[in-house]
């Protein structure tokens, strides 16, 4: 009953399952480095197109596991009622959130692992070694706000529409945030409105890592997020309280 | 916090109210340790929110309850609980067996995972993935659920529906066999058999209110009197004029009669009605107490 043992059956408990449902594995996984194979690198205009959308597309494949693995995880588990006998059972709350976290960001790794292996061997990306890490842990944060997102998708809809919210929510912010698209190429409307949205930040972040020639704005986008991330978890524990 | 004379469950003039209803209204009740306290209640009695307010899951608008002398919802409460509710689900796509080693961790003294597969009759679909299981199957997995922490209080939500007779059978072993060894059972059911088969109290609630509270056998003498089921020629108005009568039904060709003075009752009937046939005579079952006393409840 040691936190860190009932943390690692937790997580042991949520990596099985996980594992068990198709559905969540193969779009998770193999959405961003298909995608980023097809438009990173075959249809890319040569130049640094691979290495542009290597950042955005790293926030892309991370995002699918935790908006869909805490969204649907969370809406299914609380509405059959598991949540409430998790809550009545003398594990904290600690341990359920961490584990999907370490689920999450494992699940993230996995995503992000492919593309870059795409970006290095086929699409000729070329990064100093620190880049290449610093770039991979960038990644991983973006996750986190994700994630609370993705929680606070949860508490909010019932399992049916959880999926259907988390799917737009997960296309919305890659399209809108300019994870496929460079921003610069939308009208303005669209890039004030990609000021709302985390992707967006998280992509420029990404960005400033591998190109450092471009002046940005980094410590604004770092606070925005950290804000944004701030505000999500606030809202987040007060949904975990509010639960009937 | 184990003194045997703390009280299992001890709760103070709880009020609960979920917007135009009261659920619950001035509920107190300390159920001793070692019973098997069964909660009965029609839909709406507020037997399953007395039990949330018991876990913490449901905060009381007013009053309190403790768990072994702990406020309910903390910590050391839970760890003290085993519980089995009503509409909850286990993950799909875990097996019984992987649901109770995970739920074994969160347990200073786990009961073995093999044994509990043995006692609540789980061999042949531990392994298999929850999804895949049948109604009954899947109670019994979360009834071992809720026995894995070896708690010193088991909650048990209408652990039976859904169950065949012989996998009911299971549990009520299990359950009796658990208090034998000083487990505090505390159950609600639809099954009135179940609660007089199985529990030492009974605890009747009836629009949020305790309006019984006492042995199976006490609760039949409280409501008291005698059924007379026969098959008469007389009218209604010569039954009702009978010694003692209080209700009269009528169904097909037999009747019966509850009165308070059963031989009195019998003797005129015999005498009044000589073609009289297919009597019987008996004490009412729990269901008929439980009947009367919550239909007299509500007016």
Redesign the interface.
Same mark, same amino acid.
């Given at each position: 009953m040691k936190l860190s043992n009932i943390l690692l059956h937790e997580t042991g408990a949520e990596m099985t399952a996980s594992l068990r449902a198709p559905e969540f594995i193969f779009p998770t996984l193999a959405l961003p480095c298909v995608f980023y194979a097809i438009f990173g690198v075959l249809l890319s205009r040569g130049g640094n197109a691979a290495t542009y959308l290597l950042a955005t597309y790293g926030v892309f494949a991370v995002m699918g596991p935790a908006i869909f693995g805490f969204g649907v995880g969370v809406a299914t588990e609380r509405e059959k009622g598991w949540l409430s006998l998790k809550r009545v059972a003398p594990a904290p709350a600690a341990s359920y959130i961490g584990a999907k976290l370490i689920t999450t960001l494992t699940f993230a790794a996995l995503a992000l692992v492919p593309v870059y292996l795409i970006a290095g061997f086929l699409g000729d990306v070329a990064l100093p070694r620190a880049q290449w890490l610093t770039l991979f842990g960038t990644h991983l944060l973006a996750a986190l706000p994700f994630s609370l997102i993705g929680l606070l998708l949860g508490f909010r809809f019932a399992s049916g529409a959880a999926v259907a919210v988390s799917n737009i929510v997960f296309l919305g912010f890659a399209l809108l945030g300019g994870l496929w698209i460079p921003i610069s190429m939308f009208p303005g409307v669209m890039q004030t409105i990609a000021q709302a949205i985390p992707s967006f930040h998280l992509a420029e972040i990404s960005l400033s890592v591998i190109d450092t020639n471009t002046p940005r704005n980094v410590g604004l986008h770092v606070g925005v997020i950290l804000a944004m991330t701030a505000v999500l978890a606030l809202l987040a524990a007060a949904a975990w309280r509010r639960q009937p | 916090m184990n003194h045997p004379t703390i009280p299992a469950i001890a709760a103070r003039a709880l009020h609960k109210s979920f917007k135009d209803t009261h659920a619950l209204r001035d509920v107190s009740v300390s159920i001793e340790q070692g019973q098997i306290c069964a909660l009965l209640g029609k839909n709406g009695a507020g037997k399953t929110t007395f039990i949330k307010t018991a +876990?913490? !899951? &449901?905060t009381a608008d007013r009053g309190d309850v403790q768990v072994l002398g702990e406020p309910a919802g903390s /910590?050391a409460a =839970? =760890?003290e /609980?085993g &519980?089995m /509710?009503q $509409?909850? $689900?286990?993950? $799909? !796509?875990?097996s019984a067996r992987?649901?109770l080693? +995970?739920?074994s961790?969160?347990?200073?003294r786990p009961a073995d995972v093999e044994a509990v597969i043995q006692m609540a009759d789980l061999e042949g679909f531990a392994d298999q =993935?929850y999804k895949t299981l049948s109604g009954g199957q899947k109670r019994r997995v979360q009834f071992s659920?809720a026995l894995i922490?070896q708690p010193k209080i088991l909650f048990l939500d209408e652990p039976t529906t859904g169950l065949d007779g012989d996998a009911r059978r299971t549990v009520w072993d299990n359950v009796r066999r658990l208090a034998d060894g000083g487990t505090t059972v505390i159950l609600t059911t639809h099954y009135l058999e179940e609660a007089d088969a199985l529990a030492d109290r009974i605890v009747v609630l009836s629009d949020g209110r305790i309006i019984a509270d006492d042995s199976a056998s006490n609760i039949r003498n409280q409501v008291g009197g005698t059924l007379i089921r026969c098959e008469t020629a007389l009218d209604q108005s010569t039954l009702t004029s009978l010694p003692g009568v209080k209700t009269i039904e009528t169904s097909g060709r037999l009747t019966t009669l509850l009165t308070d003075d059963g031989n009195a009752a019998l003797g005129a009937l015999l005498q009044r009605d000589p073609t009289l046939g297919d009597l019987t005579v008996r004490k009412p079952s729990l269901e008929e107490a439980f009947s009367e006393l919550t239909q007299g409840a509500q007016h």
């Open positions: - | +876990l913490g !899951l &449901v /910590l =839970r =760890r /609980l &519980v /509710l $509409d909850v $689900d286990l993950p $799909d !796509l875990l992987e649901h080693t +995970l739920f961790s969160y347990y200073a =993935r659920v922490g």
